[in-house]
Structures are given as C-alpha cells and as structure tokens.
C-alpha cells in the first residue's frame, strides 16, 4: 500500500498535511501518536471513508475507494469497541456476514467460525456464549475472528488496547502477532499505546499535527533524537 502527498482538511483545521509513506505486504505496520495527529484519519481514508483533499493512497494499482476496496480487495477492520452485537451469540456475530449475504451454507459458516476461533486461539465452546459473558481481552479475539470471516488481504486495528488493563493488552498483541505470522496477513495497527507498537510493530510511523516526523523499525524509532517524539516515549508528552 503506496500513500502519496495525503492532505485533508475539516474547515480551516488541516488535519492530514501531506503524509507519505509504504506500507509492505505482509508486515505488521504501527501507526502510532498522540490524540490529535491524525490517526484515525487517516485509516478511514485507507478504507474509503474519506476522500482526500489533495494525493492518494494505493492498494496494489487500485485507489483507496469503497468501490475500489469492494470489488478488488479483501480488507477488515477491527473497531476500537470490537463492535460485537449482545443479542447474537458469539458464532452469530463471527459468521453474520456470511449468514446476511448467503455466501454459506449454515454447516459451511459453522465450520468457518470454528477454525477462525481456533486462529485467535479460542475453544469452539466460546463460540455458544454472549459477548457479555466473555471478557475484555476475549471479546477483542471475537472481533478479529469476524474480521477473518472474509479471509482479508488488510486487516486494520483501530486502537486494539482502548479500554483494556495492560496484562490484557499485552495478550491481544501477542494475538495480532500470531495471527500475522500464521496467515500471512498485511496488518496496520493505528494506536497511540507505545507498549503494544514497541511489542508488535516491524516498523512505526509516528504522526504529529498531521504530520510524519518518523519512520522505521522499532529501534530507529527509539533511536530518533525528534524531541516530541522522545517526550512521547518517555511519557512526558503533554500535548
């Protein structure tokens, strides 16, 4: 994914300022910063939930459009809240997608739910339960084992830790991890936790008032003398 001169503005307020940067197939890719810099964003633009006022972004040779996105590529997202429905069970809610459009048989979406539980490390029992009957962590694994259903080529984690202790975030790193190194998926993770980008992260883009001001691998980062950025890190940012 190739992202070319990106800028986006809301009134007078430029929120995106000419952002560039590569995202390679197959990586783990952190897009990390304060509240504020333009994370979030920027991923509804990679998803086509905004149309940039000046540049681009590239999946493949495709634009980054919703039709674009639809008809040529496979992509996820899993929602900072998880998004997951209290009155469906668990196996309801992973194969709703599949059920709504009737790209299954009811014994072929059974057997789907099952091996995506298996992928976020879940026993198939879970898949009988409410969300409200599982916890925190558990029903972060839930939400990336809909996202699967699709079999996606992208799969996009809004601020996966949100609202999460940090031993429980701590396992849903370990998740994204595991699932990228077992399936092989391009993974962005837009957060602005420096313990789960430091624990998961192949490369980091760190972005301030919209802007990029460091990119690389979690050492390069860490190694950076930008003085925001190292207040960030040391938590010492105020801003």
């Known amino acids: 994914m190739s992202v070319r001169n990106l800028e986006k ?12 940067l590569d995202i390679r197939a197959g990586e783990v890719f952190v897009v990390m910063g304060p509240s504020g810099s333009g994370k979030s964003v920027f991923l509804r633009h990679v998803i086509g939930l905004e149309v940039p006022d000046a540049g681009e972004i590239r999946i493949g040779d495709k634009l980054s459009t919703n039709e674009a996105i639809g008809n040529h590529y496979r992509l996820a997202i899993v929602f900072q ?9 668990v196996a309801e809610n ?6 709504e459009h009737r790209l299954k048989q009811p014994e072929q979406i059974a057997a789907i739910v099952r091996e995506k539980l ?6 198939p029992e879970v898949g009988d339960k409410y969300p409200s009957e599982l916890s925190g962590g558990m029903r972060k694994r839930v939400a990336i084992a809909r996202a699967l259903v699709v079999d996606p080529q992208l799969i996009l984690f809004d601020e996966p830790t949100a609202e999460l202790d940090p031993m429980v975030g701590m396992t849903v790193g370990r998740e994204i991890v595991n699932l990228n190194q077992r399936t092989g998926v391009t993974t962005v993770v837009v957060t602005h936790d420096r313990d789960l980008a430091f624990g998961i992260a192949d490369r980091i883009a760190f972005l301030l008032n919209g802007q990029l001001i460091a990119l690389g691998t979690v050492d390069e980062i860490r190694a950076s003398t930008h003085p925001i950025l190292q207040q960030f890190l040391t938590a010492e940012f105020k801003g």
């Not at 503005?9 to 560039?20: D, I, T």
């Not at 809240?81 to 069970?89: M, V």
């Open 118 to 123: 298996s992928l976020v490390r879940l026993d």
């Open 9 to 20: 503005a809301f009134g007078k307020q430029k929120v995106l300022k000419g952002l560039n």
């Open 81 to 89: 809240s998880g998004g997951l429905l209290n009155s469906l069970t």
């Open 94 to 99: 992973i194969g709703l997608y599949l059920s």
